[in-house]
């Protein structure tokens, strides 16, 4: 039996496979990182539809955000709190 493998999203944005699972993730569509238990991702996935499809992974928040992506407002209020006061956003 071979090893699992994931596939995550890197820095530039381009999915590669990794022996590690992610541990945070995002919809390529709106271009937000969360928790993998985001309340807010899995209702949406519970309602089915096209938002699985665009489900992505990440290793770590800093390729998230080397990714474009940017915090969850739901399960990362912290971090979204300083995004949004952030001047480079």
Known sequence: MSPRSYRLIGADGAPYTSAAKGSLGGHRGTK???QLDCPSALRAIARGGPYARHRVFFA???????????????CMRLRYAE?????RR
């Open 60 to 74: 770590d928040e800093s390729t998230a955000v080397s990714a474009g992506y940017r915090p969850c407002a739901i």
């Open 83 to 87: 995004w949004k006061k952030s001047p």
């Open 32 to 34: 937000i990182y969360g």
